[in-house]
C-alpha cells in the first residue's frame, strides 16, 4: 500500500474516530441526567430519548466524510486511484475541520441537551425550545463538514 493511500486512511480515522467520540461524550451526558429523571417521571422517556439521539449525528457526519474519502481514492468500487504522497496529505489534512468540529459540537450539544432535560423536567411544556437550543450546536458540526467535502471536491487534484 502506498504512502498516500495511508495518508488518507488516517484522513478517514481522524474524522470518523472524531466525530464518534464527540457523540459518545454528548449521549453519555444526556443520558446521565435523563436517567435521573425518568427514574422519576418514566413516562417522559420518548422526550428525553430525543434530546439524547440530538448529539449522535456527529458520529453520521464523521462516517459521511470517511465514506466520500474511501469512494474518491477508489477504495470503495473499484480499485485504488494512484496520487501522490501531497495528495494523500491533504486528504489527511481535509479530515481536521469535520474531526474537530465534530468532537467539540457533540460534546458541546450533549451538554445542552442535557440542560434541555432540566427543561424537561421542571417546565415540560417548554420541551421544544429544549430541543431547538440544543439543535443550534449542530450548524458547527455541519460547517466543518462542509469545508472538509470542499477540500475534497475542489482542492485536491486527482
Known amino acids: 500500500m502506498s504512502l498516500s493511500i495511508v495518508l488518507a486512511l488516517i484522513g478517514v480515522a481522524i474524522a470518523v ?13 444526556v443520558t446521565r441526567v435523563g436517567a435521573g429523571l425518568l427514574s422519576k417521571e418514566p413516562e417522559k422517556f420518548p422526550q428525553v430519548l430525543a434530546l439524547s439521539a440530538l448529539p449522535s449525528t456527529q458520529a453520521l457526519y464523521g462516517l459521511l466524510f470517511g465514506f466520500v474519502v474511501l469512494i474518491q481514492i477508489g477504495l470503495l468500487g473499484g480499485g ?4 501522490d504522497v501531497n495528495s494523500g ?14 468532537l467539540f459540537s457533540g460534546i458541546a450539544q450533549g451538554r445542552a441537551a442535557a440542560s434541555g432535560v432540566k427543561i424537561l423536567a421542571n417546565k415540560p411544556e417548554n420541551f421544544s425550545q429544549a430541543i431547538v437550543l440544543a439543535s443550534l450546536i449542530e450548524s458547527f458540526a455541519i460547517f466543518g463538514l462542509v469545508i472538509s467535502l470542499l477540500i475534497v471536491f475542489v482542492g485536491i487534484p486527482l
Open 80 to 83: 485504488a486511484k494512484t496520487f
Open 89 to 102: 496529505l491533504a486528504f489527511l489534512l481535509s479530515a481536521i475541520p469535520v474531526g474537530v468540529a465534530c
Open 17 to 29: 474516530a472524531c466525530g464518534a467520540i464527540g457523540s459518545c461524550f454528548g449521549v453519555g451526558s
